[in-house]
């Protein structure tokens, strides 16, 4: 069977031609319009690499860094609640990844790790920051145990959340996903109700999934430019076997996973732990693949405790 996330995406899009187009035709929505909706100021961008990112800079500028992550069709805003916690010791950056959220489109059209990396290194660079700790989840977590396999000068600590990377049905190891016609219908289609359906699996608390968040969702996947980047990001993704990058990773590390996660299950956390025998795992119980909007406190305590460590 092909992993839940796949699942969601590829019966979405079945369900959308079933349904006629009239019903699931969805429209962009004016960058204006959403930013005046999602974004907290006109400060909230910066232009990085010849790219206009939506970007947020909390927290003492002489503290220690930390740069947040978001995970596949994510934003800045899944990391609200642990920003504000982590603004009082630390200097916290988070941004959206070029073609989600808030920022534009990636002016080359390039969705791959090499591409993240290279994104994030010309941030850090044009903040002046020679030295940061990374945490990512999910997709993000993968772009942040390669960047700190690349780059070990650059990383102080690095916290991954359900991170992505090694091999599971429908992503093998040297070959893109397929990324069909039928999927493609995403450019133009995305009811609401549809979209739910296709979070729900996100959350081990259905509650935890409130009207808000899924109208957040739907917003921003309907920036101009955005779906067409998710599925490029998805038909770009080449997976590699990740233990020769996680072996070189010298930063102290922590693991936080929902034992709930249906996503990328815990049990992904062994095999992270036998490349790096140094990392430390945080299994929250009764929580799902985004800890840091289901269980904000709890997981951000484990988070904040290591950082100070």
């Not at 839940?4 to 899009?13: F, T």
């Not at 945490?135 to 992505?164: I, T, Y």
């Amino acid at each position: 069977m092909r992993r839940p996330r796949v699942r969601a995406m590829l019966g979405i899009a079945a369900l959308l031609l079933a349904l006629g187009g009239w019903w699931a035709w969805t429209p962009d929505i004016p960058r204006a319009t959403l930013e005046a909706r999602h974004a907290s100021s006109a400060a909230d961008f910066a232009t990085v690499d010849g790219m206009r990112l939506h970007l947020r800079d909390s927290g003492p500028k002489d503290a220690p860094a930390v740069v947040l992550l978001h995970g596949f069709g994510g934003s800045v805003h899944t990391w609200d609640d642990w920003a504000v916690g982590l603004q009082a010791t630390h200097r916290v950056i988070r941004y959206d990844q070029p073609g989600a959220g808030l920022s534009v489109p990636d002016r080359l059209g390039q969705y791959t790790d090499e591409r993240g990396m290279q994104v994030l290194l010309a941030l850090l660079d044009q903040l002046g920051l020679q030295r940061a700790s990374i945490v990512g989840h999910s997709m993000g977590g993968r772009l942040a145990w390669r960047f700190a396999a690349e780059h070990p000068d650059r990383v102080h600590k690095l916290v991954l959340v359900a991170p992505d990377g090694f091999a599971s049905p429908g992503f093998d190891y040297g070959k893109a996903p397929e990324v069909g016609w039928v999927t493609g219908l995403l450019r133009w289609t995305l009811p609401r109700p549809l979209l739910r359906a296709s979070l729900q699996p996100a959350y081990a608390d259905p509650a935890a999934m409130t009207d808000a968040r899924v109208d957040r969702y739907h917003d921003l996947m309907r920036a101009p430019g955005n779906r067409q980047a998710l599925l490029d990001r998805m038909g770009q993704l080449v997976l590699q076997p990740p233990e020769p990058w996680l072996r070189r990773i010298t930063a102290p590390t922590l693991l936080v996973w929902g034992q709930a996660d249906q996503m990328i299950p815990v049990s992904n956390a062994a095999d992270y732990q036998r490349a790096m025998p140094q990392a430390r795992l945080v299994a929250l119980p009764g929580v799902g693949h985004l800890p840091q909007e289901e269980a904000a406190a709890t997981s951000l305590a484990a988070v904040d405790a290591f950082l100070k460590d």
